[in-house]
């Protein structure tokens, strides 16, 4: 496994299991990252202990597990949490409960795990688990904000059977999935002194003050490109349209509306940017005209036709003049899926293009994983399985960085 640690020695990972019924799925993760050549300590809190026992963990790490804060005969410097996390390269948490990311959203360090998530600086993932209705809570919502917010990743759950023999979302992915994902999270950073411009989310036409044409996209897809860009070490800048989303923590961000405010935010970013990734959903028509007020019924204004003009194609225009720069743009298709994107790869003289069929199942606006196929200007098409929106981001930024370093 490639990271960030010192050549002397393989990653080293602190993985927290919290109380849930998918805890046992914790015991997998640690074979595969085992065999992956990372050294695992666990900790647990005292609930994951009620559903896999400690001595599995044990026996399978050799070390006992962490979980009293009082255990003080085995700190080196009188604090186990202090202790752990500066012996750790990163922490998972996998699975981890409603209680625990609430926790740890809050501040409330009371156990060993959220006191050494609490106390250490290095990458954080968590990997959410619970009953789809208490996924459908505030409390979870807000938690994982905040969680992102100050820079911790998130492998959200999928939709499957959980406990309780429902469908819902709210399943722990496998232990397949969390080793990708863990996989990003120790990668070297490999962005470093490279600005990525990205655009994010819809953008809005106004009729009048209270109606607009857009479309469904809620930016999670721009939003994972600029978590992995930033993870990796970019500097990055966010262009974003009307999303629900936070920034991702360490970007800087810009929000529009318009396809017009896009196109002017984006040009005045071009010129630093080494990569531009086009993930946005730009209007491509809007109202020749927009109402300064609401548009009466009645009124014989009534919207039976509307007189619509094209917006400019942000991505073509940048493309004309695209100099040493790495130009991404993304391709939303319905049908003829790789004849459409390739002619958009060389219409708009991109290095690299994101298709995506929005008909297929785990693809496209509002999920959190798509299904792409990835297109250069050279070689064959990789279609990719589907995947969490956060890898499908990784798998572009591997694109991106042999092309960057071919221009260098
Ligand atoms: N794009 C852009 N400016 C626009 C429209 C699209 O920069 N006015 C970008 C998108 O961000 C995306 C790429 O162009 O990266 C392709 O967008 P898509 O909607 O798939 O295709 P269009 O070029 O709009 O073509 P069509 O609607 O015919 O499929």
């Known amino acids: 496994m490639n990271t960030n640690s010192s050549h002397s020695r393989g990653p080293r990972l602190l993985l927290g299991v919290t109380g849930g019924v998918a805890a046992f799925k914790a015991v997998l993760l640690l074979r595969?990252?085992?065999?992956?050549g990372v050294e695992v300590r666990v900790a647990m809190t005292d609930?994951?202990?009620?559903?896999?026992?400690?001595a599995t963990f044990q026996a399978l790490t050799g070390q006992p597990v962490y979980r009293d804060i009082w255990d003080l005969d085995r700190s080196e410097g009188g604090e186990l949490h202090v202790d752990l996390s500066a012996w750790a390269d990163a922490i998972v948490v996998y699975p981890a409960t409603l209680d625990f990311l609430v926790r740890a959203s809050s501040g409330r360090a009371n156990d060993l795990l959220a006191l050494s998530v609490s106390c250490f600086d290095g990458p954080v993932l968590l990997c959410p688990a619970m009953h789809h209705r208490m996924a459908a809570q505030a409390a979870y919502e807000d938690a994982l904000r905040r969680l992102r917010e100050s820079g911790v990743s998130v492998l959200p759950p999928v939709s499957g059977r959980l406990a309780s023999g429902e469908i819902g979302e709210g399943r722990l992915p496998e232990p397949a999935d969390a080793l990708l994902a863990i996989k990003d999270l120790l990668r070297p950073p490999d962005l470093v002194g490279r600005t990525?411009?990205?655009?994010?989310?819809?953008?809005?036409?106004?009729?009048?003050?209270v109606r607009f044409l857009s479309n469904p996209s809620t930016g999670k897809m721009g939003y994972a490109v600029a978590r992995a860009a930033a993870r990796r070490g970019a500097r990055v800048l966010v262009v974003s349209g009307p999303t629900a989303l936070s920034p991702p923590a360490g970007v800087e961000c810009c929000a529009v509306t318009t396809a017009a405010e896009m196109h002017t935010e984006v040009e005045?970013?071009?010129?630093?940017?080494?990569?531009?990734?086009?993930?946005?959903?730009?209007?491509?028509?809007?109202?020749?005209?927009?109402?300064?007020?609401?548009?009466?019924?009645?009124?014989?204004n009534e919207l039976s036709s509307v007189r619509m003009e094209p917006t400019t194609d942000i991505l073509a225009s940048l493309g004309q003049r695209k100099g040493h720069r790495v130009l991404v743009g993304f391709a939303m298709e319905t049908e003829k899926l790789l004849d459409g994107a390739q002619s958009k790869l060389e219409r708009k003289n991109l290095d690299l293009i994101v298709a995506n069929n929005l008909t297929t199942e785990g693809a496209g606006f509002g999920v959190n994983t798509n299904v792409v196929t990835l297109l250069a200007r050279h070689g064959e098409p990789v279609e990719l399985p589907r995947l969490s929106k956060d890898r499908v981001a990784h798998e572009i930024i591997d694109r991106i960085v042999p092309l960057l370093a071919e221009r260098d």
């Open 47 to 54: 609930s994951a202990t009620k559903f896999v026992g400690e």
């Open 196 to 209: 990525v411009l990205v655009t994010a989310g819809p953008t809005r036409e106004h009729l009048d003050p």
């Open 32 to 36: 595969a990252l085992q065999e992956e």
């Open 268 to 300: 005045a970013r071009f010129d630093q940017a080494d990569v531009v990734v086009m993930a946005a959903a730009v209007a491509d028509f809007r109202p020749v005209a927009t109402a300064d007020h609401k548009l009466k019924k009645g009124s014989g």
